[in-house]
């Protein structure tokens, strides 16, 4: 086996599953599960004291989302561990697109849009990240590839990066050999290249000698490996982590509803929260280990919960409060929380904030009505404004039927009007048809 004609340097073997790393933050990945393979030497190199690592994340979108959490908890644990952290941005690579895991040729975005998503990227990266170096910690630095790749001329890039790479060693790699009975183009074929130099670069402006990523990028991280080894000399170092499955064999990050998006116009906090509460109980241990820093103890004690209690689901709620807090802020998860248990049965509706109001307002049917001149108003014509039902005629049959529920409480077939009093915060209504059809209402003025 051979790598651009050489042998394969030791450094760049795959670590056998059974080898155990010693240094701390090799560790602490282990145990979570989040070590999928690195370079022989990694180990050692970690113990002579603090690196500079990197992960590259694409901006085809203007969030990042669920999916592209391993990675980013990959770098957290990084710098927990006293390293410090690059986050790069492929300002230059997003207007190709990486081919690794696509059966087709992506859509290239304009370099507005790319910027755009960039900047939404490092607003989101910040709930994780300590930029600022205040914590006792390395602070992390962000770079963007557009720096250097849309400066560099394409002669000087097939002269000084080119010509390391054979052609029969890129089409070895599974990124281009996966795509090549349903064709590649040139543009993303050579992506490797694009991100090996992206390696050199920041190896030369930040010291950086260790690149993250998914184990699909295997190949290309080892490629900007080997680039530094013949360019500049020096030893530099990949570590992957795996990609993330759910035990029921669909794609992690899926909904009915499409993908779980960190930003919170795409995706709320509620649908972030309902996200993780919903997990499997087979994968919520993996999960927690995964998304949180919550420690072993308590994840093990979690896990014979799920065992013992399955029906209480504290594993999943452990999950989901530690998670969307970490996304949306601890004031947004508890706001979900309360809508969840709600919505599920489980809550009052006198009891919600005026939090969870707002954010169940974005989850149910909403409607503002303005104040009546009495002091109570029309239970059939607060259903009709709320669209639960089609006319008076219906909800008088609904009502009849004790099918309406206001704030909790189950209206009887003479229950015709809600008196100001019940009005929650800010002159609210929670309104229910049957067991799960939900509006809610404001009462202006």
């Given at each position: 086996?051979?790598?651009?004609?050489?042998?394969?340097?030791?450094?760049?073997?795959?670590?056998?599953?059974?080898?155990?790393?010693?240094?701390?933050?090799?560790?602490?990945?282990?145990?979570?599960?989040?070590?999928?393979?690195?370079?022989?030497?990694?180990?050692?190199?970690?113990?002579?004291?603090?690196?500079?690592?990197?992960?590259?994340?694409?901006?085809?979108?203007?969030?990042?989302?669920?999916?592209?959490?391993?990675?980013?908890?990959?770098?957290?644990?990084?710098?927990r561990a006293g390293h410090r952290p690059i986050v790069l941005v492929g300002g230059g690579t997003g207007m190709i697109g990486d081919p690794s895991g696509k059966t087709?040729?992506?859509?290239?975005?304009?370099?507005?849009?790319?910027?755009?998503?960039?900047?939404?990227?490092?607003?989101?990266?910040?709930?994780?990240?300590?930029?600022?170096?205040?914590?006792?910690r390395p602070g992390a630095i962000m770079r963007d590839n557009a720096e250097w790749l849309l400066t560099i001329g394409a002669v000087e890039f097939m002269r000084d990066?080119?010509?390391?790479?054979?052609?029969?060693?890129?089409?070895?790699?599974?990124?281009?050999?996966?795509?090549?009975?349903?064709?590649?183009?040139?543009?993303?074929?050579?992506?490797?290249?694009?991100?090996?130099?992206?390696?050199?670069?920041?190896?030369?402006?930040?010291?950086?000698?260790?690149?993250?990523?998914?184990?699909?990028?295997?190949?290309?991280?080892?490629?900007?490996?080997?680039?530094?080894?013949r360019t500049e000399g020096h030893e530099s170092h990949a570590l992957t982590l795996p990609l993330v499955t759910t035990a029921a064999g669909t794609k992690f990050g899926?909904?009915?509803?499409?993908?779980?998006?960190?930003?919170?116009?795409?995706?709320?906090?509620?649908?972030?929260?309902?996200?993780?509460?919903?997990?499997?109980?087979?994968?919520?241990?993996?999960?927690?280990?995964?998304?949180?820093?919550?420690?072993?103890?308590?994840?093990?004690?979690?896990?014979?919960?799920?065992?013992?209690?399955?029906?209480?689901?504290?594993?999943?709620?452990?999950?989901?409060?530690?998670?969307?807090?970490?996304?949306?802020?601890?004031?947004?998860?508890?706001?979900?929380?309360?809508?969840?248990?709600?919505?599920?049965?489980?809550?009052?509706?006198?009891?919600?904030?005026?939090?969870?109001?707002?954010?169940?307002?974005?989850?149910?049917?909403?409607?503002?009505?303005?104040?009546?001149?009495?002091?109570?108003?029309?239970?059939?014509?607060?259903?009709?404004?709320?669209?639960?039902?089609?006319?008076?005629?219906?909800?008088?049959?609904?009502?009849?039927?004790?099918?309406?529920?206001?704030?909790?409480?189950?209206?009887?077939?003479?229950?015709?009007?809600?008196?100001?009093?019940?009005?929650?915060?800010?002159?609210?209504?929670?309104?229910?048809?049957?067991?799960?059809?939900?509006?809610?209402?404001?009462?202006?003025?």
């Open positions: 086996m051979a790598v651009y004609g050489y042998s394969v340097p030791r450094y760049l073997l795959k670590m056998s599953s059974t080898t155990l790393p010693t240094a701390s933050l090799l560790d602490e990945l282990a145990w979570r599960g989040l070590l999928n393979q690195y370079t022989e030497g990694l180990p050692e190199w970690l113990e002579r004291g603090a690196v500079t690592a990197y992960c590259g994340f694409d901006p085809s979108a203007p969030s990042l989302h669920v999916g592209n959490l391993v990675p980013v908890m990959g770098l957290v644990h990084l710098q087709a040729e992506r859509q290239l975005n304009s370099p507005d849009v790319v910027a755009e998503n960039t900047r939404a990227i490092r607003s989101q990266l910040e709930r994780f990240l300590d930029f600022s170096g205040t914590q006792g990066v080119g010509k390391h790479f054979t052609v029969n060693y890129m089409l070895q790699k599974e990124s281009v050999k996966s795509r090549m009975e349903a064709g590649i183009s040139y543009t993303e074929f050579s992506y490797m290249l694009l991100q090996a130099y992206d390696y050199l670069e920041l190896h030369r402006r930040e010291g950086a000698t260790l690149q993250l990523g998914g184990s699909d990028q295997w190949g290309n991280i080892t490629a900007g490996v080997e680039l530094i080894r899926k909904t009915e509803a499409g993908a779980v998006w960190l930003d919170p116009a795409r995706s709320s906090p509620y649908r972030m929260y309902q996200f993780w509460i919903n997990t499997d109980d087979r994968d919520v241990g993996r999960y927690l280990r995964f998304f949180t820093l919550l420690g072993r103890e308590e994840i093990e004690s979690l896990e014979c919960e799920v065992a013992e209690h399955p029906e209480r689901r504290a594993a999943q709620q452990a999950l989901a409060d530690d998670v969307t807090a970490r996304v949306h802020g601890a004031g947004a998860a508890r706001a979900a929380a309360e809508v969840s248990a709600l919505l599920f049965g489980k809550g009052e509706a006198r009891s919600l904030s005026p939090e969870a109001l707002e954010a169940l307002a974005a989850e149910v049917p909403f409607v503002e009505l303005p104040a009546p001149e009495g002091e109570t108003i029309d239970v059939l014509e607060l259903f009709v404004a709320a669209k639960l039902a089609q006319s008076k005629g219906a909800a008088r049959r609904l009502l009849e039927q004790g099918g309406l529920n206001v704030n909790g409480r189950r209206l009887g077939a003479s229950d015709r009007a809600v008196a100001r009093e019940e009005l929650l915060p800010d002159g609210h209504l929670l309104l229910r048809k049957g067991a799960r059809d939900y509006a809610l209402v404001r009462v202006v003025g």
